[in-house]
């Protein structure tokens, strides 16, 4: 743990924060422990692994298929939602890490549900984004510029469902109020009554998320 204090504040500072948040401190403490745990139970990506999309666990099956006559050798991905199946299909002579392939499929997969969401939200915030992109942020869900640019992290593919649609939400709302007032929070949470729970629940397992395909 590290604490920051103000240039020349005395030490006695930092014991009297930590000794002040203690209670803070453990269960933070807790929490980590548990990600960090559950990542560490996880059996190494491949055949079999599961993964969440959508909120919903599923099996990776790798299968080895022959390419199309003429055709480059090429991987790709296929869902199977009613067997909660994804599988992997790879080509001989194709080199690229199954990581990379999944997590091409995973963003495309990102930006329909995140494009389809927020056309569904933007009407009813009254606000128009200007442009919506999916990228790899590695410690931010979403941000809002004020040029009207939606930018959303393509791992809230893997999460449920709320989850994802508060994070679009809150977004949207911010092209029509940029701080955090009360004004704020009362549109988002008019949209995304879970809006608290799926806060909680981003804290909980953002750990998870961020290392879905380690």
Do not use: K
Not at 166 to 184: G, N, P, T, W
């Amino acid at each position: 743990m590290m604490v920051t204090l103000p240039l020349r504040a005395p030490e006695r500072w930092a014991e009297e924060l930590v000794r002040g948040r203690a209670a803070w401190i453990r269960h933070h403490s807790g929490r980590v422990e548990d990600q960090l745990r559950r990542l560490a139970a996880r059996p190494g990506l491949g055949d079999g692994r599961m993964l969440h999309l959508c909120g919903v666990a599923h099996q990776i099956v790798v299968e080895m298929v022959e390419p199309l006559t003429g055709r480059r050798a090429r991987g790709r991905v296929v869902h199977e939602p009613a067997e909660r199946l994804i599988l992997v299909q790879l080509a001989p002579g194709d080199e690229r890490p199954l990581g990379w392939v999944l997590e091409r499929w995973l963003r495309g997969e990102a930006r329909r549900v995140i494009e389809e969401r927020t056309a569904a939200f933007a009407p009813r915030l009254g606000v128009r984004p200007q442009r919506v992109t999916v990228r790899d942020q590695r410690s931010r869900w979403g941000s809002a510029s004020r040029r009207g640019t939606l930018s959303f992290n393509w791992r809230l593919v893997l999460a449920p469902p709320h989850v994802l649609d508060y994070v679009v939400i809150h977004e949207l709302a911010h092209l029509a109020d940029y701080s955090h007032s009360a004004a704020f929070w009362r549109s988002v949470r008019a949209l995304a009554p879970e809006a608290d729970e799926a806060r909680r629940w981003l804290r909980s397992h953002g750990s998870e998320l961020r290392a879905a395909l380690d």
